[in-house]
């Protein structure tokens, strides 16, 4: 499957998680696919940190306003009811518990939940940005990732790279499959029936364990 496939398929299932009324960030790249496949019903409210509650769709070209951007530097909307507010009160939100799911993008994310997500050594970086304030403030923090990184492995027995933070993480989708963070290791739950389990943990360094329940994809 090419990137478009494997990013629909990530940005679908992902979708599936969020719930009527939920207050939502989500990270720049594959995330921000996400509300374009909500099921049909479900509207929820999406946060960014720079200081917005109620983010709209992209605007059509030449219908930016250059006053509206989300904390990745695109362009947004703002739906009506929306709020527009400074970043100290955008991160009260955030650290008083009030976003039901933040869903981020990874470098690394292992057994245990840690997940680096911010920068490889002797890389440019411009920073963590607010993501160890939202993988510590979320009631639920979802990884929308591809399963591998041009053939190097990105769940793990334990993250080599700088931690954004550490014992946070609750679950991973990725083309292969959900995976589930529990205090045993990551359980895979859900399986891309493209693929086989063996197939899965191949590319894996974390030995999974294998949901006696084990369900295909949706």
């Not at 679950?171 to 891309?192: A, F, H, R, S, Y």
Request: hydrophobic fraction near 40%; aromatic fraction near 4%.
């Amino acid at each position: 499957m090419d990137k478009n496939q494997i990013r629909e398929i990530i940005a679908k299932r992902c979708a599936l998680e969020l719930k009527d009324g939920y207050v939502v960030n989500l990270g720049i790249g594959l995330p921000t696919m996400i509300p374009d496949f909500l099921p049909q019903g479900v509207s929820v409210i999406l946060q960014s940190e720079n200081g917005l509650l109620g983010l709209g769709p992209t605007p059509p070209a030449g219908e930016e306003n250059e006053h509206l951007i989300n904390a990745g530097g695109g362009y947004i909307s703002v739906v009506p009811g929306g709020s527009i507010f400074d970043t100290a009160t955008s991160f009260g939100i955030i650290r008083g518990g009030h976003v039901d799911v933040t869903i981020l993008g990874a470098l690394q994310v292992d057994q245990e939940g840690n997940l680096a997500n911010w920068m490889i050594p002797g890389g440019k970086t411009p920073g963590m940005g607010g993501a160890m304030d939202l993988l510590v403030g979320a009631k639920k923090v979802i990884l929308a990732m591809e399963h591998t990184a041009k053939g190097n492995l990105k769940i793990m027995k334990k993250c080599t790279l700088p931690l954004t933070a550490s014992h946070e993480v609750d679950m991973i989708v990725t083309e292969m499959g959900v995976m589930e963070i529990t205090p045993d290791g990551i359980v895979l739950k859900e399986i891309n029936p493209e693929f086989t389990v063996e197939q899965v943990q191949a590319q894996t360094e974390a030995t999974l364990i294998v949901d006696e329940d084990l369900k295909n994809m949706l």
